[in-house]
């Protein structure tokens, strides 16, 4: 892995510098040996997608993008990515001309995968880099002699090993890498004091994939509260009259410059409504296929329940009840059958309700960047319980940030313990083949063990990070996936509930998933703040 330092900072950062960077050369080694897919001789679940888009992006005029259909993977990633991958199609086209013709569809080749597994690779650096920042940023109070038990070298093996985030990209096939790598150097900066990098990093980042919209009202009430406004008062509440009025102009014009150039040209071409019944497909229904662990996961499980319940008590009527409406793995849209069916509309209000506190805490309980990402997280957990047509990778999206508040204190080391292993769970569906069935677990254990251990470590001088209950509830997963893997695919439930497996994992990484989430709500909300961390 290439170091990406900078020559002039590694005099004054090499002794806090090593850790990342003996953790990056670590985090190399999975990259190299959990890829079975890399030969010919199979793709990736999502390999036709992106071979999809860069043949569009490759072959049709910019006015064309986002209506062709030829396959049903048609392009649904705001414009800056549709640009990535008309980039990524120029250099294609000297490794394999064939996978851009629009028409090959399902079209693979050995030099075809190579270019894609290789070009996830190559954009990861700016993914490390953002993890070598982040690294800067953690408070280095705890002094250890043993490199492996710093923070900062634990926080860079959290990041750069997450085995979420290895699978997800590298085995199932994604460019989340350095998208998260945005997110992370947009935090780093907003860490660092340098807002307008920060919030330009961001503004990038939303048009390259609206997914991360869920955290930008963290974003938006930090910069207002410490950019904006220029200082607080001794006892740590707002200063109103240092509202500066050129922080504000700075900030929307990066905003509108940002949104101009990824927007502008289809705003010019009448396309804008297109663009956006792209992005936001409302049709797909409440939940994927595969039911994301959330509040809508427990939602439905409830339903079914009751469903089950009323026909054996004959208060239903079996005639007009839908046969596996939300069980049959497919996207599209259902109706519950007891339960009030949910609307779009409805999962915005609810997710709208569920940020407040957290924005509020942030605006009113003021911690600096620690307050930034505790608000971050909530606003992706959030967003991630209450959201309309959520998929399962999305939970990365609080589990990354969180990694930064996990080495700094032990109650946020806990609550990380318990989101991770619950949501890195979660994705095991996303690895369906037998051949990824030893891969995932291993890396899995590998990550976890890691995760328990290094954590332990760093705060055994303090309360034991889980209660009993948590433990034995993260326990329990272990049956959990013998029960799903090895004993219900050779009982006759398979053939008649093939969903089954997928509704318990589901269902069961929704309780810890919800447990998290409300144990770090009460943990902010609780919170007492000084006034010195307040003035900070």
């Excluded at 409504?273 to 797909?284: A, E, G, T």
């Excluded at 069961?508 to 998933?513: D, E, K, R, S, T």
């Excluded at 989430?517 to 307040?534: A, G, M, N």
Aim: aromatic share 14%; glycine share 4%; charged share 15%.
């Amino acid at each position: 892995m290439p170091s990406a330092a900078p020559r002039r900072m590694r005099g004054a950062l090499s002794a806090r510098g090593a850790p990342w960077r003996r953790a990056a050369g670590a985090g190399s080694a999975p990259w190299r040996s959990a890829c079975p897919s890399s030969s010919a001789s199979s793709s990736p679940p999502n390999f036709e997608v992106h071979r999809n888009w860069l043949a569009i992006t490759h072959n049709l005029p910019l006015s064309q993008w986002y209506y062709e259909a030829t396959s049903e993977w048609t392009l649904d990633y705001p414009p800056f990515f549709a640009w990535f991958e008309y980039a990524l199609s120029h250099v294609a086209k000297y490794f394999d001309p064939e996978m851009l013709v629009i028409e090959n569809l399902n079209y693979t080749s050995r030099a075809t995968i190579f270019f894609q597994r290789f070009s996830v690779i190559f954009t990861d650096i700016l993914f490390i880099y953002a993890v070598r920042e982040c690294c800067r940023c953690v408070n280095g109070k705890r002094a250890a002699k043993d490199i492996l038990e710093k923070p900062t070298f634990i926080l860079a093996v959290l990041l750069l090993w997450n085995f979420g985030l290895l699978i997800v990209d590298h085995i199932h096939f994604q460019y989340n890498g350095f998208l998260f790598g945005l997110m992370l150097l947009s935090v780093a900066r907003l860490c660092q004091k340098r807002y307008l990098e920060g919030a330009l990093l961001f503004a990038v980042l939303l048009h390259f994939k609206h997914i991360y919209v869920y955290v930008a009202p963290a974003y938006g009430i930090y910069l207002l509260r410490s950019y904006c406004f220029t200082a607080n008062n001794a006892d740590g509440s707002l200063k109103w009259r240092s509202f500066s009025f050129l922080h504000v102009t700075l900030l929307g014009l990066i905003v509108c410059l940002v949104s101009a150039l990824s927007l502008g040209p289809f705003i010019v071409l009448g396309q804008l409504p297109q663009v956006i019944s792209r992005l936001f497909p409302f049709k797909r229904g409440l939940c994927h296929a595969y039911w994301a662990p959330n509040f809508w996961a427990l939602y439905n499980a409830v339903d079914k329940a009751l469903t089950i319940f009323g026909l054996k008590c004959n208060f239903l009527d079996p005639t007009k009840i839908p046969r596996a409406s939300m069980t049959g793995g497919l996207v599209q849209e259902f109706q519950h059958t007891v339960l009030p069916s949910v609307t779009p509309l409805a999962t915005l209000i609810c997710t709208f309700i569920s940020i407040l506190p957290s924005v509020f805490c942030l605006w009113f309980k003021p911690q600096g960047p620690r307050g930034f990402l505790q608000c971050l997280v909530l606003c992706a957990l959030s967003s991630f319980m209450f959201g309309w047509h959520v998929h399962e990778k999305a939970i990365l999206l609080a589990i990354l940030p969180l990694s930064l508040l996990s080495v700094q204190r032990a109650k946020d080391a806990g609550i990380y313990l318990i989101l991770t292993t619950t949501g890195h769970f979660s994705l095991f569906p996303l690895l369906f083949t037998a051949p990824e069935l030893p891969i995932k677990i291993l890396l899995m254990l590998l990550f976890t063990v890691y995760s328990f251990s290094s954590l332990k470590s760093l705060f055994r001088r303090e309360r034991p990070l889980l209660n009993w209950l948590e433990t034995i509830y993260l326990i329990q997963l272990v049956p959990l996936e013998i029960f799903c893997e090895i004993i219900f695919p050779l009982t006759p439930w398979k053939r008649h509930f093939p969903f089954a497996p997928l509704l318990l994992t589901s269902v069961y990484c929704a309780l810890g998933v919800t447990y998290a989430w409300l144990k770090l709500y009460v943990s902010v909300l609780t919170e007492r703040i000084s006034v010195r961390q307040k003035a900070e």
